[in-house]
């Protein structure tokens, strides 16, 4: 766009195919220096992905382990947890079992909402600041794809929405998909689809 050159109309998605990077390779650019930066940003490309590929990899050999097979399988039962997720929420909350109780858990991820409470009032705020990052951030984008998913989570964030910004609908149902988290590695139950809790 910069060097006024327009995409085919087939390679056009917002996903980098191999025709489309083969694409970009070869297109004839105004000048060598923009050829020139235009191959260094392929060349970056190109390596992040390998290291995206064999990270990948890694994960899932150590999904397959003794450690984390079962959970693992448990896990990506439910709609939204894929592999990454499941080994990444695996290798963080380690055990289960060291949170007593849902409430334990969703405080640890960061999901728990600041209270302010005086005499008669007790008012919930924002999410407190006290979290683990990578978890509740992965969660969030989890929950987008549960939504679309699991007809339990997707009548529920229908109604969210009536009332609430589609941003803070999807932190609800990150809360809700945690709920499900915390139920499957309690009980070591598959989840069930569209099961409403």
């Not at 055990?95 to 209270?115: A, C, E, H, M, Y």
């Not at 109604?159 to 809700?176: D, E, F, H, S």
Request: overall charge positive; proline content about 5%; hydrophobic content about 40%.
């Amino acid at each position: 766009m910069f060097c006024g050159i327009r995409i085919p109309e087939e390679l056009d998605n917002p996903y980098w195919s191999k025709a489309f990077l083969k694409w970009v390779a070869e297109v004839g650019m105004p000048s060598a220096s923009v050829r020139m930066t235009l191959d260094l940003l392929l060349e970056q490309y190109h390596m992040v992905y390998r290291h995206f590929l064999k990270t990948s990899i890694e994960v899932r050999k150590l999904l397959r382990t003794a450690r984390y097979k079962s959970n693992g399988k448990l896990l990506q039962t439910i709609p939204g947890i894929g592999p990454l997720t499941a080994v990444q929420l695996l290798t963080e909350l380690e055990d289960i079992d060291r949170f007593p109780s849902f409430k334990k858990l969703n405080s640890f991820v960061g999901f728990q909402p600041t209270s302010h409470s005086s005499g008669d009032y007790d008012r919930k705020g924002h999410l407190t600041y006290r979290k683990h990052k990578a978890l509740r951030s992965a969660l969030v984008e989890c929950a987008w794809q549960s939504v679309q998913n699991d007809p339990a989570m997707m009548l529920k964030y229908d109604g969210l929405i009536k009332r609430m910004t589609k941003k803070r609908a999807i932190v609800v149902m990150a809360r809700k998909l945690l709920s499900r988290i915390h139920h499957v590695l309690k009980t070591g139950e598959p989840y069930q689809l569209g099961k409403v809790a």
